[in-house]
């Protein structure tokens, strides 16, 4: 846990400014992609499913971690191919127009 | 080991930021997402060397089972399905950080009531992300009816059910956690999650999922709160705060509200006043007569839409705009902001059967153009060309933004049947005397336009 309460919240409210002005003024054609590559990062609650199951000591928070990683590892692993699935078409557009 | 875990998750908030901002400029999107998956991958193997950690043979088998089914669907799945994809992963990680809410619940070693709360917080989201992004894939996907599923007293139900899970969700914090309790808890926000989801309907799917993966970004920052894991915070937050603005942002591409989206039951059977004021009637047109219509015009423009999308028709569409293009015709692609199913998703099927990118036009771009042109063609697109958006104003679609298609000197579209569009409305530029239908499912038809045009 993070030292104190304020810690906590001024991350809280930084990455949440840092989340707003990183996609602002984006184009309509990158809102599908965004999306996408949006949904890969919160991927990343795979790492905390990892540290969950491996603290896990009973049966039940066993089952349950592991099914928190599979289902974090979907996320994560699906996420990614999707995105660079969609992104690879931009950069053959630009080859291709060039 | 535990300074150099805290600095890889340093470096993975880093470079997840820089690339969600790469992403955010086309000439620089692929790379993006290719530092966020670097990043993403330093965090998952040095998390592997986390002190004290058991079940790693467990561990192992999860990821690489969850990696591999997610690499083989996300690489099978057609481009026109890519939405209930990103629904379907989206709802895994929500489940996941409900899953580490229920984990950290029942293990009874949580002293903490601020720790506990942060735990309910995000499981509360979580799930609900997790149920409802399950019901918007199978509506998608199209194992439950699209139409939103309503009933008496339903806004009152889901009211109530929210309630009761917030209230469980307090005892939880305030009584301490335990079995009944918490299982009591999840029940309730999964069921809300499927109930808020089921009056939806498929046409603001998109905004629902993006609001979702919004959701899922803030459960997994909570849940990175109550774990103590700066990279879940930092990362879930962002995500948190970039969903909820692109939920905006697409929202207001439809001119809808985030409140009309979830409470509307847009695309329910709508009784439209003024439905009969509509004059004219359906005039259909033969494939070759469309075809000279086009071959001997000096400008056309192409209004794809989703019907497109889903006849798989992209290629064909192509081929026949480079057939007119040869002929010294030229050749526009109109693109409304939520063409297909998302915002840009029609850019990204264009830009599969290679459509080059100049000759894509967004609405502020083209709108202008349909006066001069001799034929728009219009290829299973309805409600972003009716012209009832800009003046009935008891249209459920009036104010939204539309493709001024109306005002080309000829219309052909080519459409399946006679069906009302996503949302359930009659479409007036039908019935205008320019219009001209040519039925048929868009690859066919398109086909037929191809071997037409290749004679004249």
């Known amino acids: 846990m993070i030292e104190g309460i304020w810690a906590a919240l001024f991350i809280f409210m930084l990455a949440g400014f840092t989340g707003y002005e990183v996609i602002s003024r984006v184009p309509v054609i990158l809102h599908t992609p965004l999306m996408s590559g949006s949904n890969f990062i919160h991927g990343i609650v795979l790492v905390g499913a990892m540290v969950a199951l491996g603290q896990a000591d009973t049966m039940s928070g066993k089952i349950l971690g592991f099914v928190a990683v599979f289902l974090g590892a979907l996320n994560a692993a699906g996420g990614y191919v999707v995105t660079e699935r969609m992104l690879e078409m931009f950069e053959n557009k630009k080859k291709g127009g060039a | 080991m535990d300074n150099l875990i805290k600095a890889s998750y340093f470096l993975t908030v880093v470079l997840f930021v820089m690339g969600l901002k790469r992403m955010s400029s086309p000439a620089t999107a692929r790379s993006g997402i290719i530092w966020a998956g670097v990043a993403m991958g330093i965090a998952?193997?040095?998390?592997?060397?986390?002190?004290?950690?058991?079940?790693?043979?467990?561990?192992?088998?999860?990821?690489?089972?969850?990696?591999?089914?997610?690499?083989?669907?996300?690489?099978?799945?057609?481009?026109?399905?890519?939405?209930?994809?990103?629904?379907?992963?989206?709802?895994?990680?929500?489940?996941?950080?409900?899953?580490?809410?229920?984990?950290?619940?029942?293990?009874?070693?949580?002293?903490?009531?601020?720790?506990?709360?942060?735990?309910?917080?995000?499981?509360?989201?979580?799930?609900?992300?997790?149920?409802?992004?399950?019901?918007?894939?199978?509506?998608?996907?199209?194992?439950?009816?699209?139409?939103?599923?309503t009933f008496g007293g339903q806004k009152v139900l889901n009211l109530i059910i929210l309630v009761l899970a917030v209230v469980t969700g307090i005892s939880l914090?305030?009584?301490?956690?335990?079995?009944?309790?918490?299982?009591?808890?999840?029940?309730?926000?999964?069921?809300?999650?499927?109930?808020?989801?089921?009056?939806?309907?498929?046409?603001?799917?998109?905004?629902?999922i993006s609001l979702f993966n919004a959701l899922t970004g803030m459960a997994v920052g909570f849940e990175g709160f109550a774990l103590g894991n700066e990279a879940m915070i930092v990362a879930g937050t962002v995500v948190g705060a970039a969903g909820t603005l692109l939920t905006q942002m697409m929202a207001k591409a439809m001119n809808r509200s985030i409140a009309n989206v979830l409470f509307g039951s847009f695309g329910k059977e709508v009784?439209?006043?003024?439905?009969?004021?509509?004059?004219?009637?359906?005039?259909?047109?033969?494939?070759?007569?469309?075809?000279?219509?086009?071959?001997?015009?000096?400008?056309?423009?192409?209004?794809?839409?989703?019907?497109?999308?889903?006849?798989?028709?992209?290629?064909?569409?192509?081929?026949?705009?480079?057939?007119?293009?040869?002929?010294?015709?030229?050749?526009?692609?109109?693109?409304?902001?939520?063409?297909?199913?998302m915002p840009g998703h029609m850019n990204v099927l264009l830009a599969e059967a290679g459509?080059?990118?100049?000759?894509?036009?967004?609405?502020?771009?083209?709108?202008?153009?349909?006066?001069?042109?001799?034929?728009?063609?219009?290829?299973?697109?309805?409600?972003?060309?009716?012209?009832?958006?800009?003046?009935?104003?008891?249209?459920?679609?009036?104010?939204?933004?539309?493709?001024?298609?109306?005002?080309?000197?000829?219309?052909?579209?080519?459409k399946r049947g006679q069906g009302t569009g996503f949302a359930g409305?009659?479409?007036?530029?039908?019935?205008?005397?320019?219009?001209?239908?040519?039925?048929?499912?868009?690859?066919?038809?398109?086909?037929?336009?191809?071997?037409?045009?290749?004679?004249i």
Request: aromatic share 6%.
């Open chain 2, 355 to 414: 459509v080059p990118y100049e000759s894509l036009y967004d609405l502020e771009e083209i709108n202008a153009e349909f006066t001069s042109a001799d034929v728009a063609v219009v290829i299973g697109a309805n409600d972003v060309v009716n012209p009832r958006a800009r003046t009935e104003k008891s249209s459920p679609i009036y104010g939204m933004p539309i493709l001024n298609v109306d005002q080309a000197k000829n219309v052909i579209v080519i």
């Open chain 2, 173 to 208: 914090v305030t009584g301490g956690p335990g079995y009944a309790g918490t299982l009591t808890f999840f029940g309730l926000a999964l069921t809300f999650g499927i109930l808020m989801t089921l009056p939806i309907g498929g046409a603001d799917m998109p905004v629902v």
């Open chain 2, 44 to 149: 998952v193997v040095t998390t592997m060397f986390w002190p004290g950690l058991n079940n790693i043979g467990l561990m192992l088998v999860a990821i690489f089972s969850g990696v591999a089914i997610a690499v083989y669907s996300g690489r099978k799945v057609a481009m026109t399905d890519m939405p209930q994809m990103v629904a379907i992963y989206n709802g895994m990680g929500g489940g996941s950080a409900a899953g580490i809410a229920v984990i950290e619940l029942i293990k009874g070693d949580v002293h903490s009531s601020g720790l506990i709360a942060l735990s309910v917080v995000g499981g509360l989201i979580g799930s609900i992300a997790f149920s409802g992004s399950m019901i918007a894939f199978a509506k998608l996907q199209g194992l439950i009816k699209g139409r939103p599923i």
């Open chain 2, 271 to 341: 009784e439209e006043a003024g439905a009969s004021g509509i004059q004219g009637a359906l005039k259909p047109i033969e494939s070759e007569d469309a075809a000279i219509m086009m071959g001997y015009a000096a400008k056309v423009i192409i209004v794809p839409g989703y019907g497109m999308a889903v006849a798989q028709a992209q290629h064909k569409l192509r081929e026949l705009a480079d057939l007119l293009q040869e002929k010294n015709v030229i050749v526009k692609y109109a693109i409304h902001p939520v063409a297909g199913r």
């Open chain 2, 425 to 455: 409305i009659e479409n007036e530029l039908f019935y205008r005397d320019q219009t001209r239908m040519l039925y048929g499912d868009a690859q066919a038809v398109l086909g037929e336009l191809i071997q037409q045009v290749k004679q």
